[in-house]
């Protein structure tokens, strides 16, 4: 495998995962009948669309092609969404936790990425990756999503 096309991988996959989170968030966010939570997963539903908007860029600058839709498990994961909601007496919460838990996963696929030693990224890549990554870390720590606005 090309050292470009090992790095566009590994980027496609965060690309994908910011496709599922911004769908999460919008889900969510269709869910939930508050203003400041709506806020709040508007603005990370934009970020995370800004996010895949410059992944696709990076991967098409070495020269491989983007992924244009979520993943799978993504949609599988929206779906639960809805279970846990439909049954849930605290729907709010209960979507809260599900959004926090995807954060979370999104977070170590960034993290992985960013201490793989077998693939050293430019320089640019690597700033826009960790940039992107302290962005979700923030949202969970200055949120605890579901505290801070619930």
């Known amino acids: 495998m090309k050292y470009s096309e090992k790095i566009s991988n590994g980027l496609n996959n965060l690309l994908v995962r910011n496709y599922d989170a911004e769908k999460g968030f919008k889900l969510a966010m269709d869910k939930i009948d ?12 934009s ?14 600058q070495y020269g491989e092609l983007p992924e244009k839709v979520g ?22 919460e209960q979507l809260l936790e599900e959004v926090e838990r995807g954060e979370k996963a999104s977070l170590e696929e960034y993290n992985e ?5 077998d693939v050293v990224l430019p320089p ?4 826009m990756l960790k940039r992107h990554r302290d962005a979700i870390k923030s949202s969970l720590t200055v949120a605890n999503i579901h505290e801070r606005i619930a």
């Open 34 to 45: 508050n203003p400041t939570i709506n806020t709040f997963l508007k603005d990370r539903a």
């Open 47 to 60: 970020q995370r669309g800004e996010f895949a908007q410059e992944l696709k860029s990076e991967i098409l």
């Open 71 to 92: 993943s799978l498990k993504g949609d599988m994961h929206r779906a639960w969404m809805n279970l846990k909601s439909a049954v849930a007496s605290n729907e709010k």
């Open 113 to 117: 990425i960013l201490n793989d030693r």
């Open 124 to 127: 640019s890549t690597e700033s």
